[in-house]
């Protein structure tokens, strides 16, 4: 089973807040979990990415939680601004001999009201 | 910094015409990638190319072909347009090296009317 559950499918909170952007999966041969970020009329970018072996990891104000055993990872914005809104995706890496394939989460689109 | 190029940004087509969308990357990746984008399914892996001259079917490949004869450049072929493929197309490319992450590029809009 390849796929990658998200949640919500959008989110609004006030500057300052903490959106919290949670996926699931049933795949345990994924390697690599990445967040990707895009805003309108751009291709998504790399935002912060974790091993399976990890529990947290925090660049700036991102976090990544992951719970191996529950097959569940999140992503955490702190203080959150009004140009973090964006699409966000959550995705799997399946890493064989010649490369790697992203499995994406159906995205959640957060909006920061000043 | 790696740059990914979509010819076109928007592109209008009718039902049945032969489409061809294009991507270029500058950084000398080895793997490619087409995705297309659709509102709540987020992006669905369509080809991908490991080399030049070599591809793999994604999830969804059913109506799509790829090329990818220089190892900058792999493009998307749509055999015979229909509405059902109007979306929004994303290529993206990365470095054949471990844990090296996908760089995309800004996508292509594509309508088939």
């Known amino acids: 089973q390849q796929q990658v559950k998200q949640s919500p499918q959008s989110l609004i909170v006030q500057k300052g807040g903490i959106p919290i952007i949670n996926c699931a999966y049933e795949?345990?041969?994924?390697?690599?979990f990445p967040w990707y970020q895009q805003f309108p009329g751009k291709g998504p970018a790399l935002l912060i990415a974790i091993r399976p072996d990890v529990s947290e990891k925090k660049e700036g104000r991102f976090t990544i939680s992951f719970n191996k055993s529950a097959k569940q990872f999140s992503l955490h914005i702190m203080d959150s601004q009004p140009g973090d809104s964006a699409t966000y995706f959550c995705?799997?890496?399946?890493?064989?001999?010649?490369?790697?394939?992203?499995?994406f989460g159906a995205g959640t689109i957060l909006r920061v009201k000043s | 910094d790696v740059k990914v190029t979509q010819s076109s940004r928007y592109l209008v087509k009718r039902t049945g015409e032969k489409v061809f969308l294009e991507c270029v990357q500058d950084m000398d990746h080895e793997n490619m990638f087409w995705y297309r984008q659709d509102p709540g399914l987020g992006l669905r892996l369509i080809y991908f190319s490991y080399d030049v001259k070599m591809k793999e079917k994604g999830d969804i490949p059913e109506g799509y072909s790829v090329s990818r004869e220089k190892k900058e450049r792999f493009s998307l072929i749509l055999e015979s347009a229909s509405t059902n493929q109007t979306s929004m197309y994303l290529c993206?490319?990365?470095?054949?090296?471990?844990?090296?992450?996908?760089?995309f590029g800004d996508g292509t809009r594509l309508s088939i009317l």
């Open positions: 995705a799997a890496i399946l890493t064989w001999e010649y490369g790697n394939k992203l499995v």
């Open positions: 993206a490319s990365r470095s054949g090296l471990s844990n090296q992450p996908q760089h």
């Open positions: 795949n345990t041969a994924f390697d690599y």
